[in-house]
């Protein structure tokens, strides 16, 4: 199975900051990478696709990058509404793989 | 609008079978689809249990493979999971959700309902 790691595992941010997460996979995935949003009880939301695409209605704060095996999730200016846990998922190879999870809180 | 909802026992004996049912609105399950279960513990991370297409191929993660089933039912316009032997390892929120046209975007999720494993 491929790995994923992410960090940092959490982090505190001040509302208007500019918040960055990283996704590490155990091999090269090529841009075959998923982000999701997780809200407290919710379930996940499909946020960015193919490591850098947004889905569509996804505000455009949030953004993606990376291909191989290191990825970058980042979020312009963090929102209070932008509080979640964020993970990152590789569809390169089955099975579908996450990482632990990033959470984001405000400061 | 897509929209998938979750039902089933919330409480499972060790041992015994789990079993849950996700019944698909507004998308047909006869379309190029493939359809996922997902599981999430207490507290942690999301873990793919495995899939299943229109026309029953199914794919499933190696680490629960002995273990589990999953069946399409398109006249009902739902699918189903079964995992055996459970123990309370297993006890999790099971997501199902959507993975449109097989583009590997899980794009819609069911509200996800928790199973307890517990005498």
């Known amino acids: 199975d491929i790995q994923m790691t992410q960090s940092p595992s959490s982090l505190s941010a001040s509302v208007g900051d500019r918040v960055t997460i990283t996704c590490q996979a155990s091999?090269?995935?090529?841009?075959?990478l998923n982000w999701y949003q997780q809200k407290p009880g919710k379930a996940p939301k499909f946020l960015i696709y193919?490591?850098?695409n947004l889905e569509t209605g996804v505000p455009s704060r949030f953004s993606g990058s990376g291909s191989g095996t290191d990825f970058t999730f980042t979020i312009s200016s963090l929102q209070p509404e932008d509080i979640a846990t964020y993970y990152c998922?590789?569809?390169?190879?089955?099975?579908?793989?996450f990482g632990p999870g990033t959470k984001v809180d405000i400061k | 609008q897509v929209q998938l909802q979750e039902s089933g026992p919330g409480l499972v004996k060790p041992s015994g079978t789990l079993s849950l049912t996700c019944v698909v609105s507004?998308?047909?399950?006869?379309?190029?689809?493939?359809w996922s279960w997902v599981r999430q513990p207490p507290g942690k991370g999301l873990e793919w249990i495995g899939e299943i297409y229109r026309s029953g191929s199914t794919n499933y993660n190696p680490s629960l493979k002995s273990r589990v089933t999953i069946s399409v039912d398109k006249s009902k316009n739902q699918f189903s999971l079964k995992l055996s032997s459970v123990t309370a390892a297993d006890t999790a929120v099971y997501y199902c959700?959507?993975?449109?046209?097989?583009?590997?975007?899980?794009?819609?999720w069911g509200q996800g309902t928790l199973v307890t494993v517990s005498p």
């Open positions: 959700a959507r993975d449109k046209d097989g583009s590997r975007k899980l794009d819609y």
């Open positions: 193919d490591a850098s």
């Open positions: 998922q590789q569809y390169n190879n089955l099975p579908f793989t």
């Open positions: 091999q090269d995935i090529g841009n075959y």
């Open positions: 507004g998308d047909s399950m006869s379309r190029s689809n493939w």
